[in-house]
């Protein structure tokens, strides 16, 4: 049997991943684990910083967004020890007392950061603060959450009419608003959350349909009033509330577990056990699509680990058909959307994705760019406004494709090129270590290198 080749090629500028699976084939078998959930990463970062005391953190993820906002809060005088997935300890300051940062906030390549982190900025008085990106950050549309800031009487400042970064800030008292997002989107709904706990009173978010609730989740942990209705997909956060520190563990990230999940379910002969996933029920919506399309994935060992979901995930492969899948699961599955095409190029039949425009504004331009990378392996898919078509089935040729610099496509394209004929080179994948540094690692395990 011929080795399976995987390798990261780091010296060259294009910082190529190079995959060569065998004739014989890569049957994905064991058990592995994936890193910490990026939003609650980021969350438990944020509000650790905002806590009043210590906040102790287990199984944060160590990914390039998660230091990116560790960095913005240092810079704001937050000692956060340095991160690692064991114990990452930050020693809050207490609400309203970030220190006025001396140079600009950097939040990299991280919307999260950036969108949450505005909330947070601008409630906080008589400071001032100038926030930044990458170029694709600093083309993503930020008025989504500057818009309801300014309801609140937030004042900021930003290229293109206030709508892109870098932006300025002068924090202010803040009012509380009663806004109805026109989209759903967890990093508004948490931004305007944050940005409410300063707020005398009643701050309220509502949805057109429910996206991920870990903010909800641990600002009622560290003590804010915290309160829903399921029913019109609406939180309200009393102001002004008092935070205090609390010790996490962070599950593995659902968004990771995914390429493995999808891995296994379209590789021949797999049975692949990915532990300790977190499975909230706002963020499950990929397992409910896979198992619509035949996959068999089951849940192991069902708990409760600091106020959110986990279970190991246990697929085998089996053959996968086209499904239709649009509207309100669209916010649950929002990342996976690109390794869903995966899954999509490799089963029988149609699969058609609709209502997901909001992937035009991600990293990259993920509808484009998935379907031109696929379709350059020789996938049968259309692009549409709002979604994709895919006729799957018909083998994939190993070729050179790129991720754009996104992350999940660099990913997405690695899976493919695992289950395609010949070699693969993507182009520009070091940009997994966004959301996934040791993907290339587990990649290698898995084939037994
Ligand atoms: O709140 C969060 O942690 C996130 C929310 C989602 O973005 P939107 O809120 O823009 O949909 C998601 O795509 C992103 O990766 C993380
Ligand atoms: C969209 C993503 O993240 P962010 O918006 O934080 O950059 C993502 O991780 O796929």
Request: include cysteine.
């Amino acid at each position: 049997m011929t080795a399976p080749i995987v390798s990261l090629n780091l010296i060259g500028p294009d910082e190529d991943l190079i995959v060569q699976p065998p004739t014989t084939g890569v049957a994905l078998q064991g058990k592995i684990q994936v890193p910490g959930d990026k939003s609650i990463s980021h969350r438990a970062l944020m509000l650790g910083s905002l806590a009043q005391g210590e906040t102790a953190i287990a199984g944060l993820l160590i990914g390039e967004d998660p230091q990116s906002t560790a960095a913005c809060f240092r810079a704001m005088g937050v000692k956060i020890t340095p991160l690692n997935s064991e114990q990452v300890h930050v020693h809050g300051l207490g609400l309203g007392s970030l220190q006025e940062p001396t140079d600009i906030l950097d939040c990299g390549n991280s919307g999260t950061t950036m969108r949450l982190m505005l909330g947070i900025l601008a409630s906080h008085k008589d400071r001032f603060f100038s926030v930044t990106g990458d170029r694709s950050l600093r083309s993503r549309p930020m008025s989504r959450v500057i818009q309801p800031l300014q309801q609140m009487g937030a004042q900021i400042w930003g290229r293109k009419n206030h709508t892109l970064a870098p932006l300025a800030i002068q924090g202010t008292q803040l009012k509380p608003i009663d806004y109805h997002s026109p989209i759903a989107s967890a990093q508004v709904k948490s931004c305007i959350l944050l940005a409410g706990l300063m707020a005398e009173g009643e701050t309220t978010v509502t949805e057109p349909a429910l996206s991920r609730d870990h903010s909800e989740r641990m600002l009622a942990a560290f003590g804010a009033t915290v309160k829903r209705d399921p029913q019109t997909h609406s939180v309200t956060v009393v102001g002004p509330a008092q935070l205090s520190g609390q010790s996490i563990i962070v599950p593995g990230d659902i968004s990771s577990a995914a390429f493995w999940l999808v891995a296994g379910a379209i590789i021949p002969d797999s049975d692949l056990i990915v532990e300790n996933v977190g499975i909230n029920p706002t963020r499950t919506g990929v397992l409910e699509v896979l198992e619509k399309m035949g996959a068999n994935i089951e849940f192991l060992n069902q708990r409760i680990v600091t106020g959110e979901p986990v279970a190991d995930l246990r697929v085998k492969s089996s053959r996968l058909h086209g499904c239709e899948f649009g509207g309100d699961v669209i916010p649950r599955l929002i990342d996976e959307i690109p390794i869903l095409a995966v899954a999509a190029a490799f089963a029988e039949g149609k699969t058609v994705i609709k209502d997901a425009a909001e992937l035009r504004v991600k990293e990259s331009d993920r509808l484009a760019v998935i379907a031109s990378e696929l379709g350059r392996m020789g996938a049968n898919i259309t692009e549409h406004p709002d979604g994709l078509e895919i006729i799957g089935g018909t083998p994939l040729k190993g070729t050179e494709v790129d991720s754009y610099t996104d992350h999940r496509i660099a990913m997405s394209l690695a899976i493919a090129a695992l289950n395609a004929q010949g070699q693969t080179t993507i182009h520009r994948a070091q940009a997994a270590a966004i959301s996934y540094p040791t993907f290339t690692p587990t990649l290698e395990e898995l084939l037994g290198h």
